[in-house]
Structures are given as C-alpha cells and as structure tokens.
C-alpha cells in the first residue's frame, strides 16, 4: 500500500486517540541491563550485551515492543525512538554485537537472547508477555526477521518464535545483508538468497507481519522491491502480511514508520 506524504497527516490522527491517555501515564526507564549469563566470559559480548527497559510505571497488562537499532550491522546503539515515548506501552532497545569485531551470525544470536530475556522478565515490570512484537530499523528490521523467521534462533533460548505477537521491520532487507556478503569478500550489492536471508526462511505460522519502507524512488538499493517480493512469498503461505511504501520519504521512514508501528500495535492487541 502506498501512503502519500499527506496521508501521514491523516495517520498521525489516527494514532492520537490511541497515545492520548497514555501520555498521562509515568514512565520509567531502566538502562544498561545485561541479558546474558553471568558466567559469560566474552569481553565484548559483556560490553555489548545490555538493554533499556522503558515502561509505564503505574500500570500492568501493556504491550511490549522489542527495539532493534540499525546501524548496518556494523554500528549504531540502543535507543528509544522518540515516537514510541509515551505511547502506553513498554520499548526494550537493544544492543548486539557489530561487525567486523564479531561475524555472522553473532548478532542474530545476540537480539535472539535478548528477546528471549524479554520474554521471560518484562512481567516484573508490568509488560503483557502474550503482547510482545520485535520491531526495528534498517539493519535492527533485518534481525528481527530473521529470530521471527527461523525459529532456530529463539528455540536456543526456551522460547517458540511463534509466541511473538507481532513483528514490524522498517526499511529491511530481506535478501542475505549486505554486510553479511562483505565478510565473505562479496560484493555489497550484488543479491545473495542463503539461510541468512529473511525471504528465504518463510514459513506457514509467522507471527503477523507488518512491512515498512520508504518510496522506491528514494530506498536504498532494491529495498522496497525486495519487501514487495518477501509480502508475495509470505501470502503464498498464507501469512498475515501488509506492505506500505512511504512516498516523499527515503531510508530515514522511520518517523513515519513509527506511527504506522503504534497502528499496527493497536490493531492486535484491542
């Protein structure tokens, strides 16, 4: 679906009636959390292993959304988007471990583990664990298909990927990424379909799925055709999936993308 730079307008009154309430509410923000073991002994998974919890302090029973930062997979930092702020509902940020200091698939491994300790603590601040979406940008939109995909990644951790309530990857690339392709000496845009590309992992039971990116015109390389391809394969299986493209906005959507992300909580957790 595409929506035009004066739908946005529209959308953001949409949402209002949604974040209204909410914006009474406290909120509290817990930082630097570790979410691995204790017994870990890797220097830099330690350094890099950590979340935010921010959440609604007085309050219990609300969604949860798992935040992904982008970054390309080779930098970036956790971070709670200003448009999930006082919306009613609880964002863990998230950091992982980068390339080129850790390889393929470290950092999957890592937002894996992450969720999964969401999953298994967010109740003791109050999160709804039956409403738990995994959410992120660019390089963050690429992880969180793949641990919400390939459900190898969070069965490692006691978790079915299945019990994800939803997943809204923003500006994702659904090939192989790209920086994935340059530690094999490959070339960055030259498109890769392995078992680290999001498109080739669909299956029937993925969590519902909300696709985000900016105009085809001003996306990154292919990437809006390429999630135009991932929508076709998933409703061959007959996964619940929408697509919209974000005319008048390029890879930075994720204003934008933001506001169609509360949309889409809302609509699955009413």
């Not at 950590?50 to 971070?79: C, Q, R, T």
């Not at 709670?80 to 698939?105: D, F, H, Q, T």
Request: hydrophobic fraction near 40%; aromatic fraction near 10%.
């Amino acid at each position: 679906m595409k929506v035009k730079g004066l739908n946005v307008t529209v959308l953001l009154l949409v949402v209002f009636a949604f974040c209204s309430l909410a914006k009474a509410q406290t909120y509290s923000l817990r930082e630097d959390i570790s979410y691995i073991s204790e017994t870990d002994t890797d220097r830099y998974r330690k350094e890099r292993c950590k979340l935010d919890v921010y959440y609604p302090s007085k309050s219990e029973g609300f969604p949860v959304v798992v935040w992904i930062h982008g970054g390309g997979l080779e930098g970036g930092s956790k971070s709670i988007p200003a448009e999930l702020r006082n919306k009613g509902i609880a964002v863990v940020a998230v950091n992982y471990r980068l390339s080129p200091r850790a390889v393929n698939p470290a950092y999957t491994v890592d937002v894996a583990e992450a969720t999964a300790w969401v999953f298994k603590n967010i109740a003791k601040y109050g999160g709804d664990v039956r409403k738990i979406f995994v959410a992120g940008h660019s390089a963050g939109a690429y992880l969180a298909m793949m641990i919400g995909f390939d459900k190898k990644y969070l069965a490692t951790y006691g978790v079915d990927a299945d019990s994800i309530k939803g997943l809204i990857p923003i500006s994702g690339q659904t090939n192989t990424h790209y920086t994935i392709r340059a530690e094999r000496g490959l070339p960055r845009d030259l498109p890769i379909i392995d078992e680290y590309a999001p498109i080739n992992l669909v299956r029937e039971g993925i969590p519902p799925t909300l696709l985000v990116t900016g105009g085809r015109d001003l996306e990154m390389l292919a990437r809006f055709e390429e999630n135009l391809h991932l929508k076709a394969i998933m409703r061959s299986m007959s996964n619940p999936v929408e697509l919209y493209e974000l005319e008048g906005f390029g890879h930075d959507c994720l204003i934008p993308g933001c506001e169609l992300l509360l949309r889409f909580v809302k609509k699955h957790t009413l």
